[in-house]
């Protein structure tokens, strides 16, 4: 666990508070000074004026160590550590007091360094690999808001203005002179620093479907939750197998090794809906360390007229920091880029050749990166990338032994341990079921499904969708006492008959997302023919309840609307073709799902 990863766990508000107290608090008159300042002269547990005993200092480490270690999943170190792991921490923060430095000169050095030599003050016990790792990244974080502490108080700003005016500031200069230089090495380099910061912050969260429920948290830091899926490709059959030796070989290799190696520096990575494509991507984004990440999801892109260039990455994905001038194109220049594209099944079928090109012209203009390309098994033909070097994989369903794992997390992260069990037993004594746990959103479906129904699962495709929407829709709301909150109370039927039309316009218009306008306009037409729900409101305030309430349509953007995932699209758009006899249409979209398995597929395939 990284400092930046461990960041997302100890928000600032309770570190701050805690690592506050081992300093003395100016008092009345502090001001201009340019006298050094030592270290062992601001803590407060040395001197006459001592604030904080060494007791003290023990349970201020341990409300830090309790504060990092809570969270869902498994705990970062085993647990009979954590005590000596506390005695640990106590020890190095007790090491600012021996420190012969100032405060300027800490400043200087960085958190980094900082902890380097308290670790070297306070020699650590002997700890197990991940309780050592735990400590190093807590003591580094720690060193963060400590350095910040120091530049916040009056007489260190005014000591530093006082050297500055004389030329001795050198960090602070040579700083500031890197940064300004035209040529931009040192100014890229702390860029990097801070984006893989905002990357850890953006992507290090994997929602988990089902866990909202009642009162757990629905996401889960992608460190603790990420469960590694297997990819496969076929290869034509070794020379020398023989004349017989026609069938293709199946290699077999762990998803997120999909970029590594010979062979694999450009990727078309297919999977079903719910298989953990995204999650890849997340995973990926967080792991790379020695490439830079982008993470472009197609359903933002394509909004925009043209699909972005280098310049453009992360202004097209909302990233709020901006890169020095000419960066992007440094990194892709020098071949040191992971740009990963997301969800082209997500795509209008015109829109696909645009994409094709966009993409290919970024490879060809930038040879050297690594490319990944994700989409459902069908959305396009099998040679569609091959001839520019492309190698397709197919995420692969999860094993008995995934299945288990995933299913011991969830009931774990939904504190749920006396339906763990009872699951596992039905998933191994009804093969028709475990047929349909082959992917983690399908597996947090019927986790959710077995806990809320006290273990009864319908055993169909198609019912377990049914079963999950009305659990989604009414059944979450009304356990947590929480129907009508906005002063609507819709039944899932109703909500059932207004998001199909909504889902129906999609499967119509290939399109996985809608303007608002658009989305008021067809509630406008269906409100009459469901009473219950015109009763209650006009077309903008039945939207505004579906989209803060029913957990299953969303506003990703300003004036858009989609929902949460695309099987939901799918059912709910097939669920109004066979209603309204459209039989044509679910035939034109037969093919929309994947693993050759239409008797047991998702959206249309499991109605037709």
């Known amino acids: 666990m990284d400092p930046a990863a461990l960041g997302t766990r100890l928000a600032s508000s309770v570190i701050a508070p805690a690592l506050k107290k081992l300093l003395v608090q100016e008092g009345p008159g502090a001001g201009l000074t340019d006298k050094p300042v030592r270290i062992s002269g601001l803590v407060s547990f040395r001197g006459e004026k001592r604030t904080l005993t060494e007791a003290d200092l023990e349970r201020l480490a341990r409300k830090l160590v309790d504060a990092a270690v809570t969270g869902p999943g498994e705990p970062p170190f085993p647990y009979e550590e954590q005590e000596p792991v506390v005695l640990a921490l106590a020890r190095t923060l007790h090491a600012l007091g021996d420190l012969t430095m100032d405060d300027v000169q800490a400043v200087r050095l960085g958190p980094r360094a900082l902890a380097h030599a308290l670790r070297r003050a306070a020699p650590t016990p002997e700890l197990s690999a991940d309780a050592t790792y735990f400590l190093d990244s807590l003591t580094e974080w720690s060193c963060v808001h400590i350095l910040h502490f120091f530049t916040q108080r009056s007489t260190f700003v005014a000591r530093t203005l006082v050297e500055q005016s004389r030329g001795q500031a050198e960090a602070l200069a040579k700083m500031d002179a890197l940064l300004a230089r035209d040529d931009g090495p040192g100014r890229d380099r702390a860029f990097e620093e801070r984006y893989r910061s905002y990357l850890a912050i953006r992507h ?243 986790c959710a499904l077995h806990r809320a129904r006290r273990g009864y699962l319908p055993p169909r495709r198609k019912a377990l969708y049914d079963a999950a929407l009305q659990m989604i829709l009414t059944e979450r709301d009304r356990q947590r006492g929480m129907g009508g909150l906005d002063g609507i109370d819709l039944e899932t039927e109703d909500q059932i008959e207004l998001l199909q039309r909504l889902a129906y316009s999609l499967v119509l218009a290939g399109r996985t997302e809608m303007d608002e306008d658009t989305a008021l306009t067809l509630l406008e037409r269906a409100l009459p023919s469901v009473p219950a729900a015109s009763a209650q409101g006009d077309a903008a305030t039945i939207l505004r309840h579906l989209l803060l309430r029913s957990g299953v349509l969303r506003s990703p953007a300003p004036g858009i609307v989609d929902f949460a995932h695309r099987t939901f699209l799918d059912h709910l758009g097939a669920r109004y073709a066979v209603e309204e006899g459209h039989f044509d249409v679910l035939l034109g979209h037969a093919e929309d799902t994947v693993g050759g398995r239409a008797a047991d597929g998702g959206g249309a395939c499991a109605y037709a």
């Open 204 to 446: 290090n969260h994997l929602t988990i479907f089902g866990l909202d429920a009642r009162d757990t948290a629905d996401s889960w830091p992608l460190d603790v939750a990420y469960l590694s899926l297997e990819a496969t490709r076929d290869t034509a059959p070794e020379p020398g197998e023989g004349p017989g030796a026609t069938a293709p070989v199946t290699v077999r290799l762990a998803a997120e090794d999909a970029l590594t190696g010979p062979g694999h520096e450009r990727v078309l990575l297919r999977g079903d809906a719910g298989s953990g494509k995204t999650t890849l991507i997340q995973w990926l984004a967080l792991t790379s360390e020695e490439r830079i990440p982008y993470v472009l999801p197609l359903r933002t892109l394509i909004r925009a007229a043209r699909l972005p260039a280098p310049a453009d990455f992360l202004a097209g994905t909302d990233c709020p920091h901006s890169p020095p001038d000419g960066w992007a194109e440094r990194v892709l220049s020098d071949g040191r880029a992971l740009v990963m594209v997301d969800g082209l099944d997500e795509v209008p079928s015109a829109d696909r050749a645009r994409v094709r090109d966009w993409l290919l012209a970024l490879v060809r203009g930038y040879p050297g990166n690594r490319w990944l390309l994700t989409a459902r098994p069908t959305a396009v033909r099998p040679d569609w990338l091959a001839g520019d070097g492309f190698t397709e994989l197919v995420l692969a369903p999860m094993d008995r032994p995934r299945v288990t794992a995933f299913v011991r997390r969830w009931h774990v992260a939904a504190h749920a341990p006396e339906h763990e069990e009872p699951l596992l037993d039905t998933l191994r004594t009804k093969p028709d079921l475990a047929r349909l746990a082959t992917n983690p959103l399908m597996c947090g479906l019927i």
